[in-house]
């Protein structure tokens, strides 16, 4: 049973737009979301987080959206550039921020020139 | 530049051998983790370390897999013996404290087991 799950495999969007990368999760104990970028043949790198306490938080042209009631948090890119181009993992805690982190399975993200 | 480095970068194994994989975290880091990546299951938890000292290996299994800090600078993941379903990406991280935002991921190590 995936607790967390990002049910787009890939993502297509034009240099300059806006890119949507969305996760929900089921665990109503997590408390705790982040997101993580990866490139080929490199280890994820921390992206951006947000605690269960807000419902937004914003770090230059990445912003993370936390809808609670619906269980959903969502990354927004704007605007999307080529370096963007890596696979996504949305990852969430249930001790506010502690080492058990439980990974969604990722979005492939491509954005083309 | 800091790094967590791992060794080796790919290893292609016949079923049945043991395996070892291993990782030197950031210097000063005192949490030490691994994670395995697959297409089926994506990234999972299998062990960390904190100090040295194993909290948790329970995503790890038990009858064949082992994890160690042997000393600050090199922990250790061995798979014995390996089986074609261990074929993944194991990830080596290390933090300074216990919050995974400050964790810094490896490269990673391959393993095919054929």
């Known amino acids: 049973d995936q607790q967390v799950k990002q049910n787009s495999p890939s993502l297509s969007v034009q240099e300059g737009r806006i890119s949507i990368l969305n996760c929900d999760y089921t665990n109503s104990m997590f408390d705790y979301f982040l997101w993580y970028k990866k490139y080929p043949a490199e280890g994820p790198t921390f992206l951006i987080s947000?605690?269960?306490?807000?419902d937004k938080n914003e770090d230059g042209r990445f912003t993370v959206f936390l809808n609670k009631s619906a269980k959903h948090l969502s990354l927004h890119i704007v605007p999307s550039q080529p370096g963007d181009s890596a696979v996504y993992f949305c990852?969430?805690?249930?001790?506010?921020?502690?080492?058990?982190?439980?990974f969604g399975k990722g979005t492939k993200l491509t954005v083309n020139p | 530049d800091a790094r967590v480095t791992q060794t080796p970068r790919h290893k292609v194994t016949e079923m049945g051998q043991e395996v070892t994989m291993r990782c030197q975290p950031i210097l000063g880091h005192n949490t030490v983790f691994w994670y395995r990546q697959t297409m089926m299951q994506g990234l999972e938890l299998l062990a960390y370390f904190r100090n040295r000292a194993p909290l948790d290996d329970s995503g790890m299994p038990k009858d064949r897999f082992s994890a160690e800090m042997p000393d600050a600078t090199l922990a250790t993941l061995k798979i014995q013996p390996s089986e074609p379903r261990d074929s993944a990406v194991y990830f080596c991280a290390s933090g300074p404290d216990r919050w995974a935002t400050e964790a810094f991921f490896g490269q990673g190590t391959r393993l095919t087991v054929v």
């Open positions: 990852a969430a805690s249930a001790q506010g921020g502690s080492e058990k982190l439980v």
């Open positions: 947000i605690s269960s306490i807000k």
